[in-house]
């Protein structure tokens, strides 16, 4: 069965820098796309970024030059670096996996901005 583990949420002030990880254990298919997404209050869960078996990213439009995602294959990890943090990126942090089989989530974990 896989698991996704995510940390590195906290509180941070505006201008602040976060660095999220998402250890994921159980098997995964290659190909696969890792990747976070998030969910504010009252609001949609949305896609944040993702970074496939090869590498090639994308991310929404309102983070790019500002988060950085990457991932270790050997550890199976995946990573999002968050830099110049905005009180709109206040939000629960979700990683994801998908391959073959499916889609897994992670438990969340909680980022909070303050302005």
């Known amino acids: 069965q896989v698991q996704l583990v995510e940390s590195g949420g906290g509180l941070v002030q505006t201008g602040g820098s976060l660095r999220l990880s998402c250890a994921i254990s159980?098997?995964?298919?290659?190909?696969?796309?890792m990747g976070w997404y998030r969910q504010a209050p009252g609001k949609q869960r949305e896609l944040v970024a993702t970074?496939?078996?090869?590498?090639?990213?994308n991310y929404q439009d309102s983070v790019k030059g500002r988060f950085i995602v990457s991932r270790d294959n050997v550890k199976n990890t995946v990573y999002l670096q968050m830099n110049s943090l905005k009180p709109e990126d206040t939000a629960v942090y979700y990683c994801?996996?998908?391959?073959?089989?499916?889609?897994?989530w992670g438990q969340g974990t909680q980022v909070t901005v303050s302005s």
């Open positions: 994801s996996v998908r391959d073959g089989s499916g889609r897994q």
């Open positions: 159980g098997r995964i298919f290659s190909p696969n796309i």
């Open positions: 970074i496939t078996s090869s590498g090639s990213t």
